[in-house]
DNA sequence: TCCTAAATTGATAACTACTATCATTTTATG
DNA sequence: CATAAAATGATAGTAGTTATCAATTTAGGA
């Protein structure tokens, strides 16, 4: 990766920032210190820092929504290979709701847990 | 919530499968048992279903992604009234990724949690 | 049963977040 | 310097979703 203004300006500004700011807030911060970002450029340094692990991009599910008839508290696993959203049972995260709570003070509605990785029929496929 | 034929059919697909299908998926359902129903009424009736508690909709954040220069282990809470995102320590979920493995047998690779609800500031604002 | 108001539908158009294309510019290195 | 690789950014396009709104359906009364 090659040094650029651009990057080096985004990666100040993200890293100044202690919300969690959006490519649309970016760039909006950007501007505000004169440092104009094409739109272009800036998802691209993002994502490129992002699978660098320079910074971190939380989006959790990929563009569209997942419908569940399940309305049982439990949590997904997304499979990187085939897609397949299966469910995981609340119990792997036990009083995580109570102990962020604690932590925070906040008022917790709801939560979701979303992993992603290899499931077993996959990781099979992929061994032969 | 008054009847309706549509309302039926798509719970009634959501119902019998097993795999947590998308808008489109759920359209393409439709359209296989010769019920098409139209692309907004499945939209309003989805959101409708999910608000009443009848189904589930998984999507964790909003439509855009929020960038993090914190690549530490730790999970998001996002407030629902002023739209703040807060780092939550990944202690609140100990052990989450190894008993999911266990229960599962899946490589997990990355996990989030995603919790919504109301922040202190906002808590306290709403009190007067 | 019929009447009416409220709820629902669905075609169309629009919106938002994001990505592909590609000519131009910048950076790193021989 | 020279040159190849990398990066930029304007433009156009895509995907998922929502707004608009006239036409249809539903749920209760009279």
């Known amino acids: 990766m090659n040094y650029s203004k651009q990057r080096e300006k985004i990666l100040d500004v993200l890293t100044n ?21 094409g739109l272009t450029t800036l998802y691209r340094n993002l994502n490129q820092m992002a699978s660098a692990g320079m910074i971190k991009k939380i989006d959790g599910l990929e563009a569209s929504a997942h419908f569940d008839h399940n309305t049982f508290e ?51 496929r992929k061994e032969n």
Do not use: M, Q, W
């Open 17 to 37: 920032n202690p919300i969690h700011p959006t490519a649309d807030e970016l760039l909006e911060f950007l501007k505000e210190e004169n440092s104009n970002v």
């Open 74 to 124: 439990h949590y997904h696993f997304i499979c990187k290979e085939c897609g397949k959203v299966f469910d995981i049972p609340s119990s792997v995260a036990p009083s995580v709701v109570k102990n962020t709570r604690e932590a925070t003070g906040f008022d917790i509605i709801s939560h979701d847990i979303v992993f992603h990785g290899v499931c077993s029929e996959c990781k099979k």
